[in-house]
C-alpha cells in the first residue's frame, strides 16, 4: 500500500480527534494530534507551546515512521511544510452549538471542577469557549471558518467536508469509499 496520509481539521469541538481516532482504530492508522505537538506538557495544560520547528521535528519524524497516518486538528499558521505529505484532507463542519456543548462536556471530563468558579483552570475555560465560539465569525487573524478557508487553497491533495453532527459509523463509511477508490 502506498503510503496515505489524512488530515482532519475544523473547528474546536467539530469532531476532527474523534472521527479520526475512530477512523484508526477502524482502519489500524497511526493517530496524530496536533495538539500533542503544538502544547508542552504543563500543568495546568494547554499553557506553553512547543517551538514550531520542534512541532515540525516531532511531526515529520511520526509521519515517516508509518505507512497510513492519520493527522487531527489544525495545523494553520505553522504546519505547511507538512501539506506535501497529505494524500486526502478532510474538513469536518460542525454546528457552532453543538460544538460548544462537546467542549464544555470534554473538558468537565477532563479538568473537573478545575474550570469552575474559583477553580485554576476557570478563566483559561472561560476564554477558550469565547474563542472556540468565534471560529464561524472570526477573521485572519485567528483560527477561523474565514483562515481555514484560505489555508485550503493550499492543499495540492484530494479534499472531502463532513458534518461532524452525523455518527461516526455514517463518516468512516464515506471515508472509506473515498480510500478505497483512491487505490
Known sequence: ???????????????TSTIGRF???KSGYFFMDTDDYFWEP???????????????AKMKSDI?????????GSLVDWGDVLIPFFTLAICVNTDTAIRIERLKKR???????????????????QKFLEWAASYDDGGLDM??????DEWEKLLTCP??????SLPL?????????ILVAAR
Open 1 to 15: 500500500m502506498a503510503k496515505q496520509v489524512i488530515h482532519i481539521y475544523g473547528a474546536s469541538g467539530s469532531g
Open 23 to 25: 477512523l484508526c482504530d
Open 42 to 56: 504543563t500543568n495546568p495544560p494547554y499553557t506553553t507551546k512547543r517551538a514550531v520547528s520542534d512541532r515540525i
Open 64 to 72: 515517516e515512521k508509518y505507512d497510513t497516518v492519520v493527522i487531527s
Open 107 to 125: 473538558e468537565r471530563a477532563h479538568f473537573g471542577n478545575r474550570i469552575d468558579v474559583g477553580g485554576d483552570m476557570y478563566e483559561n475555560h
Open 143 to 148: 483560527r477561523s471558518k474565514a483562515k481555514h
Open 159 to 164: 479534499q472531502i467536508i463532513l458534518d461532524g
Open 169 to 177: 459509523e455514517e463518516s468512516f463509511e464515506r471515508i472509506r469509499k
